[in-house]
């Protein structure tokens, strides 16, 4: 007898929150797939791609709801929650006829709305009550930077996070999680998830796994797996610092099909190792003159001056502008930076190559720290901003291969003290985590003598090999290292840092 495919419906909802930034992230600024849409991804670099492939190669018969993804920024409007729900409610009642074996789910876990602090674990609670999902085993895949609460793990079976920061497994993470809910679904068992934290909360500069703490949870994570075959994942969550919800901070999960009182034991051996690392929640990095005097002893570049700050990838609007300025005024020639600034575009499309314009760069989002920086600049090149990424494994590729600036321009600026940068202006802020974003404008990075990286830890794997030298800047901005320096009010305490612990 031929078996009968596993019904499952798949969905996703992707979005960090930064609630420290000013402005709302709306409907507009979410790609949004309904129904058959989702198939668009299909052979993509991304999670969704990862677990359709995953899929069909189990057989499922999918289900497709909806999936909807934006780039990191401000507090997300309710009603991008509510056509989710509205959505994904719709495609579960219908299909609850034929039955719901399994949901699938793609999801952030750092997501804030105007009305609810922890989204992930709304929808799931509210996905329990859907007919036929009452007793559908839940599992996906989540951010490592997943801001993971109580009720999400109370309301799921088995969700696997990424294991690497850069997300360089984000894909393959997805296709683990489809195998897992495909084995318990076969195997006719169930699994829960079992959650735990320490009082702890992790700038984005810290939370890299190839050092600590994250490297020695990840790797103690897999030793309880290895130990605990009843334990069928162990997932490590760095957090989302600028988030400022009671959740915010590192959590653990195990998903396991054992004593859950056991998982738990080993949860708490995690929690003891991130506390007894706590101090990697201290800011770390040189102001920007030490950095700069640094740079000025190198004679060969690429010397990146890496400005967590504006982690454009961590919310950040990519528009500050102080380091910039900092190199310019010292005399440094041959920078590169990329600012995020629609306006300026605007105003230097009409220029030809070649022609000069006096122009206010960046410093317009009005974030902390934010000051744009009047410069004279030269035209070089402008183009439409789309580029594909050169490396299918970057950072980036969870989102996608392709990616869209919005008009671009390149242009190139002096300074009196005898500075130079070439500036790539982009319309839509784009994280620096992949070089074609530089060579799609015809410019190799490798040239440069020093370029400013608005990231945090997520530029390392295309850029740390090509850097000759790299540095930390601790500057304003709404990405800062320093969490103490923050205004928040929701989160639990006490916790480290914000408390002395
Ligand atoms: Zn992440």
């Excluded at 490592?144 to 920061?165: D, E, K, W």
């Excluded at 190792?273 to 004679?299: N, W």
């Excluded at 009010?489 to 006490?494: E, G, K, L, S």
């Amino acid at each position: 007898m031929q078996a009968v495919a596993k019904r499952i419906l798949i969905a996703g909802l992707s979005h960090e929150t930064h609630t420290f930034v000013p402005g709302k992230t709306t409907l507009a600024q979410f790609r949004t797939l309904r129904g058959d849409e989702l198939w668009q991804a299909d052979g993509d670099a991304s999670c969704l791609a990862g677990g359709l492939a995953a899929a069909r190669a189990h057989g499922w018969q999918v289900l497709p709801a909806i999936h909807m993804s934006a780039q990191p920024s401000g507090m997300v409007a309710d009603e991008v929650i509510e056509q989710w729900w509205e959505a994904f409610a719709e495609t579960a009642t219908r299909e609850s006829v034929g039955g719901i074996d399994g949901v699938w789910l793609d999801m952030h876990g750092a997501m804030v709305s105007e009305s609810c602090p922890d989204v992930e674990g709304e929808l799931l609670r509210r996905i329990r009550t859907l007919p036929g999902c009452k007793d559908a085993l839940i599992g996906g895949v989540l951010d490592l930077h997943g801001n993971i609460t109580a009720q999400m793990a109370a309301h799921s079976n088995a969700f696997v996070a990424y294991r690497r920061n850069p997300h360089t497994d984000g894909k393959a993470m997805a296709e683990f999680s489809v195998h897992l809910l495909d084995d318990l679904l076969t195997g006719g068992r169930t699994a829960v998830t079992v959650w735990e934290r320490p009082p702890l909360i992790l700038p984005p500069t810290a939370t890299g796994t190839a050092s600590a703490p994250m490297a020695l949870l990840e790797a103690r994570a897999r030793e309880i797996e290895a130990a605990h075959p009843e334990i069928l994942a162990v997932n490590v969550f760095a957090g989302f610092a600028y988030a400022d919800v009671p959740d915010a901070g590192m959590s653990f999960t195990a998903v396991t099909t054992g004593d859950p009182e056991a998982a738990r034991r080993e949860l708490q051996g995690l929690s003891e190792i991130a506390m007894a690392h706590k101090q990697h929640a201290l800011p770390t990095g040189l102001s920007l003159d030490e950095a700069l005097d640094r740079v000025q002893r190198h004679t060969e570049g690429p010397v990146l001056i890496v400005e967590p700050a504006d982690n454009i990838g961590g919310g950040a609007p990519g528009d500050l502008t102080v380091v910039l300025k900092g190199l310019l005024e010292r005399g440094i020639r041959n920078v590169g930076a990329a600012i995020a600034d629609p306006e300026a575009v605007r105003e230097l499309w009409p220029l030809h190559p070649g022609e000069r314009k006096r122009v206010r760069i960046g410093g317009k989002s009005g974030v902390v720290g934010a000051q744009p920086l009047e410069l004279e600049v030269e035209m070089i090149s402008k183009s439409d901003g789309k580029f594909t990424l050169e490396d299918p494994h970057s950072h980036m590729a969870v989102g996608g291969l392709h990616h869209d600036m919005g008009p671009t321009a390149v242009v190139r600026a002096t300074s009196p003290q005898g500075g130079s940068a070439t500036i790539l202006l982009n319309s839509i802020k784009t994280a620096p985590m992949d070089l074609a974003q530089w060579r799609s404008q015809g410019i190799n990075p490798e040239d440069f003598f020093v370029i400013n990286i608005k990231a945090a830890v997520a530029h390392r794997q295309a850029y740390d090999p090509i850097a000759k030298a790299s540095y930390v800047v601790n500057t304003p901005g709404p990405c800062a290292n320093d969490l103490r320096a923050l205004p928040f009010r929701h989160v639990r305490r006490p916790v480290y840092p914000l408390d002395e612990l």
